[in-house]
């Protein structure tokens, strides 16, 4: 998109000033030209009104990739990241909206920036959930604010603190920490000396051995058949209720399920706390039948 024409590409050869220099050439635009040069873009395909929308904001991706110089990679591909974030929201820009396209980038260039992060700050893989990421691109902040910010682990009072604020565990505080302290090698010396041996040889291998590995997958399947049967007990509306409520991963809202229904909230509330109880008993019953024959085998 918008790739026929040439654009500065930022790169540590040339200098981060001499970009900067040649990005503040493109004029900023006013609100009506880009709300006619995104129409024509989203309407009828204008690569060169495209090209305008991007290189008119690039001087608001390298302004926002400031922000992550401390993060010990590259500032040139810091941008050159925030740049591809820019080109998907210039694609996806619906002017129609009414807002500024700067409002709408902002976002799709910290996310670009953010993720190229995740993916090339640490060689063992970073956390991808919402949380992780909140923590990873905040922990830093939230330490200078508390006066946290020797190098180390953290006080106790400290990981709760930032536990509390940035709405995470305290034990997510207290790896993420340990993380961004830096990678070590498993294979290092534990001493200079060398005669300790190395890190990964004070390894211990927790995982079940074949027998409980066994009885711990029998365990889980007999619990699946029981929960699968148990569902049986329920009609249409308790079910969906109960699976919406119970079993998602992104549970609904009383009220979405009560519009759905077309019912109060206290009702959609009562049908879930029936269909917990009889989907409690299903179970119990379940698992008895299930372990049964086994004890009397035994």
Do not use: C
Request: a negative charge; hydrophobic letters at 40%.
């Amino acid at each position: 998109m918008a790739q026929h024409k040439s654009m500065p590409i930022p790169s540590a050869e040339g200098g981060l000033s001499r970009y900067l220099e040649e990005i503040r050439r493109f004029p900023m635009l006013e609100p009506q030209e880009e709300y006619m040069l995104a129409k024509s873009w989203r309407e009828h395909g204008d690569r060169d009104a495209a090209h305008k929308l991007v290189t008119s904001h690039l001087r608001l991706v390298a302004k926002i990739a400031m922000g992550y110089r401390g993060y010990g990679l590259p500032i040139s591909e810091v941008i050159s990241e925030g740049n591809v974030g820019l080109m998907q929201a210039v694609k996806r820009f619906e002017p129609e909206k009414g807002f500024r396209l700067a409002t709408y980038a902002m976002w799709w260039i910290r996310a670009s920036i953010q993720e190229y992060i995740l993916r090339s700050w640490s060689l063992v893989k970073m956390g991808t959930t919402a949380a992780q990421k909140k923590l990873f691109f905040n922990l830093r902040k939230a330490k200078s604010q508390i006066s946290a910010l020797e190098e180390g682990d953290l006080r106790p009072d400290q990981v709760q603190q930032i536990a509390t604020k940035l709405g995470v565990t305290e034990q997510d505080v207290v790896d993420m920490n340990r993380r961004l302290s830096g990678d070590a090698s498993l294979n290092a010396p534990i001493r200079e000396d060398s005669e300790g041996g190395e890190w990964q040889d004070w390894l211990v291998d927790e995982r079940l051995d074949q027998e409980e590995q066994l009885a711990e997958s029998e365990e889980l399947a007999n619990r699946r058949s029981a929960l699968s049967g148990a569902l049986s007990v329920l009609n249409d509306r308790e079910r969906r209720i109960f699976e919406a409520r119970r079993l998602s991963d992104d549970p609904m809202t009383l009220e979405d399920l009560a519009a759905e229904f077309g019912v109060s909230r206290e009702r959609v509330r009562q049908i879930e706390v029936r269909a917990f109880e009889k989907v409690q008993k299903a179970v119990m019953d379940r698992v008895r039948q299930i372990e049964a024959p086994e004890a009397v085998s035994a």
